[in-house]
């Protein structure tokens, strides 16, 4: 049987602290969310300490993992990034088409697109913020 909308999986796509192993690891999120795999998408990082943003502007690449999540785990996103329960402005929740690096866990397939969510820093935080040009949030986190 079908899921209905309501119950299908949403995706995410993370960055930051919320990837593996990160301060804020998606996977320690209930009820646990599914790794689907590596992805990139087109934005700029920017280093704001002890977490980044990244604006969805081309230019370069930033890398992350894609998740299938319940809507349990996107209520607990949207707290962690400040939309709920007041927004504070400094991310934006925005979806996007993802295309996944290769095979996921669960296919072997090759790549797919799907659309996720992903959180956008917003201009004003950004500005002046040093710019992380790997993109790799865990392998640049201490510089």
Known sequence: ????????????????????????????????PR?????????????????????????????????????????RLDEIEMILPEPTGEYLKRELVVRLDGAGPDRADGPRSLVCIVYEISPAHAAGR???ASGDWVANKDA
């Open 35 to 75: 790794y689907l795999g590596q992805a990139r998408i087109e934005g700029v990082m920017h280093h704001l300490g002890a977490y980044p943003g990244v604006r969805l502007t081309p230019g370069a690449a930033v890398l992350g993992e894609v998740y299938a999540i319940a809507p349990e785990v996107e209520r």
């Open 130 to 132: 040093p710019v992380i």
């Open 1 to 32: 049987m079908p899921e209905s909308p309501s119950s299908a999986p949403r995706h995410v796509f993370v960055y930051g602290t919320l990837r593996r192993g990160e301060a804020n690891d998606i996977n320690l999120l209930s009820p646990p």
